[in-house]
């Protein structure tokens, strides 16, 4: 192997800055009435570039060894993490390198919303209703749908 | 002072992964009929944030020890960095903590026009000419005006 082909994996302070940038700590609510609990609660972290520059992706990919390449939308593509035990651990790294824009604030939601789904929380309509909320608090643009289904509402007149 | 207020620079892997991400380097070439040669050549790089993130601009400003921050569009802020010997600067930075994605070939190229400004070039319609096409190589979208105007058509029949 020539120095050329000797792939070094990026630097974690390069990453922590990379996603600082471009990266997205997202959870939706997503009606499913086959679950026991009628929603599905999908957390998910995700980096989306122009698929020039895939190989970021696929470097990013192999850095937290983890996560699926997929496109996004036209010509943009993806890196997309979902598993819990892998969030986990994309949590855990940005903890350890701080991100320094006001996605810090996003990354402290998202690591509480893992906390609640480690503790089935998302499996009744209390825990969703305060899952939900954090998720509102993610993104004021857009309050989930949940909170307005008639689930939350029969919930909040107990 | 206590700890908290003991603001730490940033670290230059965690500028490199942000600028790959969020930084452009750009050029342009603008008409001002009072210059000898009719053009004027403006390179500079910029890192455009929301408002709400203009800390992390300050950050940058801070470490590059160079740059203005101004409303780019909007709520958003940028970070503008256009003298010559600054840029110079950012160039050996990005030379040494190598960017990742396709921008380090933009960076190539924008360090081939400072050097080229370096030169004098830019006073020189042939100079320009060859300074334009290179930012046309930047980005294939945009065909800068010089390259359409009579100054290059006349020196092209030459």
Redesign the interface.
Known sequence: MTADNQQER?????????????GCFHVSINKVPKMSVGWQVLPEFRVV?HE??E??LK?LQKFFGAGKIVTNHGTRKELRIRKLNELRDVVSFFKK?KL???KKKNLEIFANILELMEHKKHLTIEGLTEIATLCWSMNRKIKPHFLESSETICQKSF
């Open positions: 990026l630097d974690p302070r390069y990453v922590c800055g990379f996603v600082d940038g471009e570039q020039r520059d190989s970021v470097e390198y320094q824009t006001q």
